[in-house]
């Protein structure tokens, strides 16, 4: 019997899909290629590090859909907004398992907003004597950037609105919603 597809409906804070499952299957098997092409050399794993929690479910669909030699670990910060953190603030919460030193790593993150969070990553992972380090993130704002940051692997590029889904959340809501939504702005 073929299995059911069930969509799990848009609720009342959401008001459309921005990016189905279908559209992010395909292009997180793109970014997988890419991934694969540039590391398919190296002659030992890649460390993969990301960033918890929304990048949870892409880091689980992209490590499975890459060939080459990897290792998953995690990092966890405080985000703006969070526990009264001030903009523009990263608090270190969780270190990795790994130590990075001499090690090619790829950051692997949900969403580049203000670019914060992975400009204070990128420098913290250098500090550390990393091999290379380049930068995964499943969306992008660049409307929002505050600062520059270099990110080689991007799956969408957004507008300014708040999106759940996909490991994204919304109070701790909806991450697990297999789609992009949009929510309806806040009042
Ligand atoms: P930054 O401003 O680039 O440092 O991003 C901070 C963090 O804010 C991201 O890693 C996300 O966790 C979160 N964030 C930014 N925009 C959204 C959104 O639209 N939905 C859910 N989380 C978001
Ligand atoms: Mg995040």
Do not use: C
Not at 99 to 121: F, M, P, Q, R
Not at 161 to 177: A, P, S
Request: charged share 30%; net charge negative.
């Amino acid at each position: 019997m073929a299995p059911t597809l069930s969509i799990p409906p848009l609720t009342k804070d959401l008001s459309r899909i921005l990016i189905d499952a279908d559209t992010i299957s395909r292009r997180v098997d793109e970014l997988a290629h890419k991934i694969d092409e540039k590391y398919k050399d190296l002659d030992e794993p890649l460390i993969l590090v990301g960033v918890l929690k929304g990048s949870f479910i892409f880091m689980a669909d992209l490590s499975r859909k890459l060939t080459i030699k990897h290792i998953v670990d995690f990092i966890a910060i405080s985000s703006y907004g969070e526990k009264g953190d001030k903009r523009g603030e990263v608090r270190l919460l969780m270190d990795t398992r790994e130590n990075l030193a001499d090690h090619h790593v790829l950051i692997v993150e949900d969403i580049l907003d203000s670019g914060n969070t992975l400009s204070y990553l990128i420098k913290t992972f250098k500090s550390r004597g990393v091999k290379s380090i380049e930068t995964a993130v499943f969306l992008d704002k660049p409307e929002r950037h505050e600062i520059d940051v270099p990110v080689e692997y991007v799956g969408f590029e957004i507008p300014d609105v708040w999106v759940v889904g996909y490991g994204l959340d919304y109070k701790e809501q909806y991450r697990t919603l297999p789609y992009i939504a949009e929510m309806y702005p806040k009042k």
